[in-house]
């Protein structure tokens, strides 16, 4: 531990403000009105260290004029929290309506309402911020996953432990409020919690800031979920194109973000459409041959997410009934964000980088 960490931590927790200067910071958790806001909310005030100066919470649920929120807030958290009204337009709209309410604070930091900060969250965090450089637009954190014990996870488990080893995740991220200022914040054309998170950080690349790695820890449980979750997710192949047309063909390696199976659905939808076209037009054995790939495209990709899953009677039967919808669903959302992004400009940085303009600043 270094002389820096000793001395940090021997001083005494500041529990009504994280003080002035540099790191002072705002909470800012978006919400649907899930369960897990509560435990996000006590394990906040538990956490040790210094507190946020502003809780912010964003109801965006909705129903137009529905009932208030239904909301806990711990006795340490009150005079600090506000709600306010998002507008129903995905995590990304309601992020932005949250930090634009936070107040001139230094840093934000989002939280999903389904995560739980540890028990040394606020302490941590105070490190984290006090170690960034100058240059650093956002201190990431270490998001964990637990898993049952006992048994295989099941897909979408295994989905979700992906959280932990994604980049810049904003399940828990710190953003500095001048570098979410400079980029406009997010994009609100991402309009599920995909991808937004990454669009958001490089763009912040792109204007001149870093991003910096962080040792504060939070845990993401796994929420419960229908069968056909796999399915919805599909949706986020439109994310991919805009992702593509402001990025580049290059995103996914800069973003660290694994490509998937996209190129395996094409086919398989592809050849499921061939048979049916080869049955109409009056040739069987094409139509036969056609209908056999589509049958061991779709046999594979099932075997894949069976293999490594609990192997019970329900996730099997819910692996091969979705592991028949996927490769369609993907490639209509696919085929439905070229149409929606065709027009979308590539991504240009509107200002000079950020060490450049400080540069210039002092050659001045």
């Known amino acids: 531990m270094s002389d820096f960490v000793r001395q940090w931590r021997a001083r005494p927790a500041n529990r009504t403000g994280s003080g002035g200067g540099g790191s002072a910071y705002a909470v800012v958790v978006p919400t649907l009105g899930r369960p897990g806001l509560r435990v996000c909310l006590r394990a906040l005030a538990r956490a040790e260290g210094p507190m946020p100066v502003r809780v912010v919470v964003v109801d965006d649920r909705p129903e137009p004029g529905g009932a208030p929120l239904d909301l806990e807030v711990p006795p340490s958290l009150r005079d600090i929290t506000t709600v306010v009204k998002g ?20 840093w934000i930091v989002f939280l999903d309402d389904d995560v739980v900060p540890g028990p040394s969250w606020a ?9 960034a450089p100058a240059d650093s637009a956002g201190v990431t954190a ?51 919690a995909f991808r937004e998170d990454a669009d958001l950080a490089l763009r912040v690349l792109g204007t001149g800031w870093t991003l910096t790695a962080g040792q504060r820890r939070t845990q993401h449980p796994v929420r419960p979920v229908d069968r056909w979750i796999s399915v919805r997710l599909q949706a986020g192949n439109a994310d991919d194109v805009l992702m593509t047309r402001r990025h580049g063909r290059d995103w996914w390696d800069r973003a660290g973000a694994p490509r998937g199976r996209l190129p395996g659905h094409l086919a398989v939808t592809a ?5 049916l076209v080869c049955a109409v037009l009056g040739r069987p054995r094409a139509a036969a041959l056609c209908a056999a790939g589509w049958l061991a495209g779709t046999a594979e990709f099932a075997l894949a997410r069976i293999t490594p899953g609990p192997r019970t009677r329900d996730e099997i039967a819910a692996m091969a009934l979705t592991s028949l919808v996927i490769p369609p669903a993907a490639t209509w959302h696919r085929l439905r964000g070229r149409l929606a992004h065709r027009a979308t400009e590539p991504f240009r ?9 400080r540069e210039e600043e002092v050659l001045s």
Not at 87 to 106: D, E, H, L
Not at 154 to 163: F, H, I, K, P, V
Not at 167 to 177: E, F, L, P, V
Not at 349 to 357: M, S
Request: hydrophobic letters at 45%; zero cysteines.
């Open 142 to 192: 270490r998001i964990e996953v637990p898993l049952p014990a006992g048994r295989r996870p099941t897909d979408w488990e295994r989905n979700t432990a992906g959280l932990a080893t994604a980049r810049w995740i904003t399940a828990d991220m710190a953003y500095r409020r001048e570098a979410l200022e400079a980029v406009d914040g997010f994009d609100e054309r991402f309009r599920r």
């Open 349 to 357: 940085p509107a200002a000079p980088p950020v060490g450049l303009a």
């Open 271 to 275: 050849l499921a459409g061939a048979s």
């Open 123 to 131: 302490d941590d965090l105070a490190l984290d911020l006090a170690a």
């Open 87 to 106: 507008r129903a337009a995905g995590p990304a709209a309601a992020r932005n309506t949250g930090w634009r309410a936070a107040g001139r604070v230094p």
